[in-house]
C-alpha cells in the first residue's frame, strides 16, 4: 500500500559512493538498517525519559492509565504517520540502493 | 551540543526528537572512533607488509579488506555518516521555508550568484563527506548550506568552534598576526569559504575590509550570506572557483584558504596556490591551512584511516593534501619567502601571541599552515 499520507521529498542523490571492497552490498545495507533502528530506539527511549520525567515532577499520571491506552481516531492516525517515517528511516538503505542501482 | 553557547540565528534548530538524532549519531561516532578504531589500528599493525614493503600503506589496506571486522568497521562508519545526512536533511526540510523566510531578512553583504558556473569534476563526480547533492547542488533557497552547516557542528563533534565552527578561521587570524603583524587588509578573500565559518573571524578583526567568499554552490552561498548577516558582518559571497577565481590581478590584500586542498585534487592544489599568487597585490599575503597531518610521518594506522577517509568518506585529496611538498609548490606558484609548518589552534587571537613553528601538537591543536608574502 503506497504511503501517501507522509510522503516527503527524497533527500538529492549522494555521488560517488564506494564499495567497501569485500563488504556485500547487502551487509553495507543491514549495517546501515541496524544503526538507523539503534538511532531511532535512542530517540524513543529519550522521548518516553522526558514524558515521565515531567509526569512525575506534576504528580499527574498513575503508570496504569498509560498501561490501559489505546489509540484511536486523530491519534491512531499520527501513530501511522509515525510508523511510516520510522519504516522509511530505518529501511532507507533499501531505496537508496534501487536508486543507485537504476542510475547505474 | 546539547547546550550551545556558540551559536548563530540561521542555525536550523532542532527538535526535541531531531536533537535525540543528532546526540546519538554524534554519541555513535565517538564510540566508533573511540572504542572499534583502536582494535583496527591493532588488526593492522598485524598485518602489516613491513616497512621493506615498497607499497606497505597501500598493501595493508588492501589486506585489511579480507578481514570481516574491518569491513563492518568501515560499514558502520559509513552507515553513521549517511544517517546523519539523512537525519540532517530531514530537519532542515522540516523548516525550510522558516530558514529561507529568515535569509530574506538579511540586507548586509551581497551574493553574486553566476548561473552558467560548472563546479569541478572532483566536487560533482564525489560529493565530499558524502553529503547528498554535494557542495554545488543549486537547492531551493538555502537548504543546502543549512544542512552543510548543521552537519558540520555534528560532524565536527564540538570540537571546532561550537555551531560557529570557526576555529579554522581563528588559526589563519593568529597566523597572520604572528608572521604578519604589520598587515592591515583592505581586501580579505577566501577560497572555498562554503557557509563562511572561517571568513567571519577575519571579517571581524579587520572591520575596515571589504572580505569576500569564493565557492561553488549557489544553495551554499545564499545560507553564508544570511549567516554572514544574522551575525552581523558585512561579507559579500560570489559564485565560483578556487581555481579560477573571477577576481582581476592583484585585487586583493590577504588571500586564504581552510582545509579546503585536501577536499580537492593533486592538480588543483597547485592550481589553486597559484591562483593565491596573481590575485594578490605586491606585499600581499596568501595563508593556506590544512589538517595537521604529515602523510610521511604518520604510523601505518594513521595513513590507512585517511585512505579510509579518501574512499569511504570522499575526502579525494586527503593523502594528496598531507603529503605534498608545499614549500616547492608556493615558490613554484609565484611565492619567495614561504613559511611552512604547524600554528597552534586559537580561539582567541591577538596579535602578539605567536604560536607558529615546526612541530604539530595534535589534530585540534594544531593547524598546518603555509603562507607567504607576495
Request: hydrophobic share 40%.
Amino acid at each position: 500500500m503506497p504511503m501517501e499520507c507522509c510522503r516527503v521529498n527524497l533527500p538529492p542523490p549522494t555521488a560517488g559512493r564506494r564499495e567497501i571492497t569485500g563488504l556485500s552490498v547487502i551487509e553495507d545495507q543491514a549495517l546501515s538498517m541496524i544503526a538507523a533502528l539503534a538511532s531511532e530506539l535512542a530517540v524513543a527511549r529519550e522521548r518516553i525519559d522526558t514524558l515521565e520525567r515531567l509526569l512525575d515532577a506534576n504528580g499527574t499520571l498513575p503508570r496504569a492509565q498509560v498501561e490501559a491506552y489505546r489509540a484511536e481516531g486523530e491519534a491512531a492516525q499520527q501513530r501511522e504517520g509515525l510508523r511510516h517515517s520510522l519504516i522509511a528511516k530505518v529501511f532507507r538503505p533499501l531505496r537508496d540502493a534501487s536508486r543507485r542501482a537504476l542510475e547505474g | 551540543m546539547s547546550t550551545p553557547s556558540l551559536t548563530h540565528p540561521m542555525l536550523p534548530e532542532a527538535s526535541h526528537d531531531e536533537m535525540a538524532q543528532q546526540l546519538f549519531i554524534r554519541d555513535l561516532k565517538m564510540w566508533l572512533g573511540g572504542e572499534i578504531e583502536p582494535l583496527q589500528g591493532e588488526i593492522a599493525r598485524k598485518l602489516d607488509p613491513g616497512p621493506s614493503h615498497n607499497d606497505r600503506d597501500a598493501e595493508a589496506f588492501a589486506r585489511l579488506h579480507e578481514e570481516p571486522a574491518f569491513r563492518s568497521w568501515a560499514g558502520m562508519f559509513r552507515a553513521s555518516q549517511e544517517i546523519m545526512w539523512d537525519d540532517i536533511w530531514r530537519s532542515v526540510e522540516r523548516q525550510a521555508d522558516a530558514l529561507d523566510a529568515r535569509a530574506d531578512a538579511v540586507s548586509l553583504g551581497s551574493l553574486k550568484l553566476d548561473p552558467d558556473f560548472k563546479a569541478p569534476a572532483y566536487l560533482v563526480d564525489g560529493h565530499v563527506h558524502i553529503m547528498p547533492g554535494g557542495y554545488d547542488l543549486d537547492a531551493p533557497g538555502v537548504k543546502q548550506g543549512a544542512m552543510m552547516d548543521r552537519g558540520g557542528a555534528v560532524y565536527m563533534l564540538g570540537r571546532n568552534g561550537g555551531f560557529l565552527n570557526d576555529g579554522r578561521g581563528k588559526t589563519v587570524l593568529a597566523h597572520v598576526y604572528a608572521l604578519y603583524p604589520d598587515l592591515a587588509p583592505r581586501r580579505i578573500l577566501e577560497l572555498g569559504c562554503g557557509v563562511g565559518t572561517s571568513l567571519l573571524p577575519l571579517a571581524q578583526a579587520f572591520p575596515e575590509a571589504e572580505s569576500y567568499g569564493l565557492d561553488v554552490g549557489s544553495s551554499m552561498l545564499r545560507y553564508a550570506h544570511a549567516r554572514a548577516g544574522h551575525l552581523g558582518v558585512a561579507a559579500h559571497f560570489v559564485q565560483g572557483s578556487a581555481e579560477q577565481a573571477p577576481f582581476e590581478d592583484g585585487s586583493f590584500d590577504l588571500v586564504f584558504s581552510a582545509a579546503l586542498m585536501h577536499e580537492t585534487s593533486a592538480e588543483a592544489i597547485e592550481r589553486i596556490l597559484a591562483e593565491s599568487h596573481r590575485l594578490l597585490r605586491p606585499g600581499g599575503v596568501a595563508v593556506h591551512l590544512e589538517v595537521p597531518s604529515r602523510y610521511d610521518e604518520l604510523d601505518l594506522w594513521s595513513q590507512i584511516r585517511s585512505q579510509v577517509e579518501r574512499d569511504y568518506n570522499n575526502e579525494p585529496a586527503w593523502q594528496a593534501a598531507t603529503s605534498a611538498d608545499y614549500a616547492a609548490l608556493m615558490r613554484t606558484a609565484g611565492f619567495k619567502d614561504v613559511a611552512v609548518g604547524f600554528q597552534d589552534a586559537a580561539w582567541a587571537p591577538a596579535p602578539g601571541q605567536g604560536g607558529f613553528g615546526s612541530e604539530s601538537k595534535g589534530v585540534f591543536r594544531s593547524w598546518f599552515v603555509t603562507s607567504a608574502r607576495r
